[in-house]
């Protein structure tokens, strides 16, 4: 069975809001759930948390599209404390949590 055109591109974000949706609930157990639309990043010109802080949502997933590196840091955690080299395509999903942002989801491209 053939996906249409717009099944392909739209599926990507579908998987991520549903990914955001079960975080949400099983971690946090369903408080606040508000959440925006994927954003998309170059890390290597664009400062993550001035694009999180611009969505005024408690929950964003984050498409990376040049390759870059995101520092660990106190405004903005990631997942096992260390820098990551992020790829074009790499999804990352970031929650406010006491008014800073941290990394609660990590999809990594092939």
Known sequence: MKLSRNAKQNGGTGIIAIVALLINVLVFGGAELEYADS??????????VLMLEATGKN????????????????????????DLNALAGDVL??????????????????
């Open 39 to 48: 954003i998309e990043i170059d890390v290597s010109t664009q400062d993550v």
């Open 93 to 110: 999903i970031f929650r406010k949590e006491d008014n800073h942002w941290e990394e609660v989801g990590r999809y990594l491209a092939d």
């Open 59 to 82: 929950i964003v997933p984050v498409v990376i599209t040049m390759a870059g590196v995101i520092c660990n840091s106190d405004d903005l955690p990631l997942q096992g404390g260390m």
